[in-house]
């Protein structure tokens, strides 16, 4: 039985450095790594996205690749492989504030 709570979904093409900033954001979360994941799909990129995805070690991360299938079904993708019982969406060029994730919960 998995002990990740909430499953935070970004869909994202071709905006690498964006992508890099949001990444940061996560791995300042002030909630427990174990409890949460970030489910990246990267629809079809072609800049530098998967150097980026590979370069984050700080975050509870899995990443799936799409080919181009467009925002909504990444995101549907993203959902239908997340575990958390509560699913959030977070768009690929926000920087979440630290305590984004636990607000979710605590909201819920």
Do not use: Y
């Amino acid at each position: 039985m998995s002990t990740v709570r909430t499953s935070v979904v970004v869909p994202t093409r071709d905006q690498a450095g964006r992508l890099a900033v949001t990444l940061a954001a996560f791995g300042a979360q002030d909630t427990d790594p174990g409890s949460w994941e970030l489910v990246v799909v990267d629809d079809g990129s072609v800049d530098a996205t998967g150097d980026v995805l590979a370069a984050a070690d700080n975050v509870p991360l899995r990443v799936r690749r799409t080919p181009g299938v467009g925002r909504a079904a990444a995101r549907n993708t993203g959902a239908s492989i997340a575990v958390g019982r509560l699913l959030v969406f977070c768009d690929g060029d926000r920087a979440p504030v630290p305590e984004f994730v636990r607000a979710h919960e605590q909201a819920h």
